[in-house]
């Protein structure tokens, strides 16, 4: 798919760029090589190709969801201002 110059100069208008005019034709050409590249590995019968999220076939080390950390809840909401039923109230931003 070949684009033309008044076809960039839309693309380049409708996304809100600054194209030189004398950049035009290598834009063109650029993104017809693209497109071209597209289209070719769309026509690739891919029917019998396994989807995979990663080209190597490994799995992810986790680690053990655990508590390692003490509840320090009344340590932190004794420092605070202002709590009421065990939650933080800050001021209103917002009417």
Do not use: C
Request: glycine share 4%; proline share 4%; net charge negative.
């Amino acid at each position: 798919m070949a684009l033309t110059t008044e076809e960039v100069n839309k693309i380049a208008y409708l996304a809100r760029l600054g194209i030189d005019e004398q950049d035009v034709d290598s834009y063109a050409k650029e993104l017809s090589g693209i497109l071209n590249l597209v289209e070719q590995m769309s026509s690739v019968n891919t029917e019998q190709v396994t989807p995979m999220a990663h080209p190597m076939d490994q799995v992810q080390r986790l680690r053990v969801d655990e508590v390692t950390e003490g509840d320090q809840r009344a340590l932190f909401q004794a420092q605070a201002p202002d709590v009421e039923a065990g939650l933080y109230l800050v001021p209103k931003v917002i009417d």
